[in-house]
């Protein structure tokens, strides 16, 4: 068993920025994909950005250029760097991830996100 603990949500104003982390209980060393997702108030769970086991990372259109996925081995921790917050930003934010050892992904509890002035 695997857990993901987020933190890093809170309140920010429009322009901002937020820095989420996800800490795991395991080794990332060899994570085949992890990344984040939100949710928005009466909407679905949307994809934000993935950074796969070999360093590539995609973007949401909607947060490239914004946003940044990064992670810290050592730590064992995903990190999501915002930038230019927006309100239509402010959401449930999950991450996630995933390796084969595993057999399954693990997702972390959501932290909220608030981009209002």
């Known amino acids: 068993q695997v857990q993901l603990v987020e933190s890093g949500g809170g309140s920010v104003q429009p322009g901002g920025s937020l820095r989420l982390s996800c800490a ?3 080794s990332i060393f060899r994570i085949n994909a992890m990344g984040w997702y939100r949710q928005a108030p009466g909407k679905e769970r949307e994809l934000v950005g993935v950074l796969t086991g070999g360093g590539t990372a995609n973007y949401a259109d909607s947060v490239k250029g914004r946003f940044t996925i990064s992670r810290d081995n050592a730590k064992n921790t995903l990190y999501l760097q915002m930038n230019s917050l927006k309100p239509e930003d402010t959401a449930v934010y ?3 991830m995933y390796q084969t050892t595993w057999g399954r992904a693990y997702w972390g509890q959501g932290t909220q996100v608030t981009v209002s002035s």
């Open 94 to 96: 999950y991450c996630y």
């Open 24 to 26: 795991a209980s395991a």
